[in-house]
């Protein structure tokens, strides 16, 4: 069946990074956008990024972008989003999902939490 | 601030019909047919139950039902069920390709 599964999350100062993984199966990974989206409590849900399949085609939400960096590798049926110059407001679980257009986002992994704490 | 607005709570008895509106402005609920709707349970992840206004994917109950006016979308749930009670979200493609997501609506099924 079509899953996908988050991995990487966790506890990190401010300032810090984290790499979060995604791992695909049950569909053409390689045909398929991927998004990325934050649920912060009191802000709800936010599209972070998106890649396309062919990774020529990739946008960033303003409140990361510069900051976060999307990436996949379709050999691997993975997506990985690269997270830096972390801030306590970007606490929250992350999602990814498969992006078949216009808000039309299914499935979703289970999501990872990522706690940005001192 | 989240910029689709939806009602904070919604409440109904099981049988009974609710619905949860989504409003917006013609620059994204208005603007096109790509409103989707999303129920969460706690702890789990956001399930696609509606898309592109009144569609549902394979294996989602005809008990939920979507529409659209001007710049308000609405999701309809009928023969309400213990299973439904969860959050729902609302979704709106915008001008830009920009996706916009409602701050959430908990249903309680009394």
């Known amino acids: 069946q079509v899953q996908l599964v988050e991995s990487g999350g966790g506890l990190v100062e401010p300032g810090g990074s984290l790499r979060l993984s995604c791992a695909a199966s049950?569909?053409?990974?390689?045909?398929?956008?991927m998004s990325w989206i934050r649920q912060v409590p009191g802000r709800g849900l936010e599209c972070i990024s998106y890649?396309?399949?062919?990774?020529?085609?990739?946008y960033y939400a303003d409140s990361v972008k510069g900051r976060f960096t999307i990436s996949r590798d379709n050999g691997k049926n993975s997506l990985y989003l690269q997270m830096n110059s972390l801030r306590v407001e970007d606490t929250g679980v992350f999602y990814c999902?498969?992006?078949?257009?216009?808000?039309?986002?299914?499935?979703w992994g289970q999501g990872t939490l990522v706690s940005v704490s001192s | 601030q989240s910029a689709l607005t939806q009602p904070a709570y919604v409440s109904g008895s099981p049988g009974q019909s609710i619905a949860i509106s989504c409003t917006g402005t013609?620059?994204?609920?208005?603007?096109?047919?790509?409103v989707s709707w999303y129920q969460q349970h706690p702890g789990k992840a956001p399930k696609l139950i509606i898309y592109?206004?009144?569609n549902r994917p394979s294996g989602i109950s005809d008990r939920f039902s979507g529409s659209k006016s001007g710049n308000t979308a609405s999701l309809t749930i009928s023969g309400l069920q213990a299973e439904d009670e969860a959050e729902y979200y609302c979704?709106?493609?915008?001008?830009?390709?920009?996706?916009?997501f409602g701050g959430g609506t908990k249903l309680t099924v009394l």
């Open positions: 592109e206004v009144s």
């Open positions: 979704c709106s493609h915008a001008v830009g390709r920009i996706l916009l």
């Open positions: 999902a498969r992006d078949m257009g216009f808000g039309r986002y299914d499935p």
């Open positions: 890649i396309s399949g062919s990774q020529d085609d990739v």
């Open positions: 049950g569909f053409i990974f390689s045909d398929s956008y």
């Open positions: 013609s620059s994204d609920v208005g603007s096109d047919r790509y």
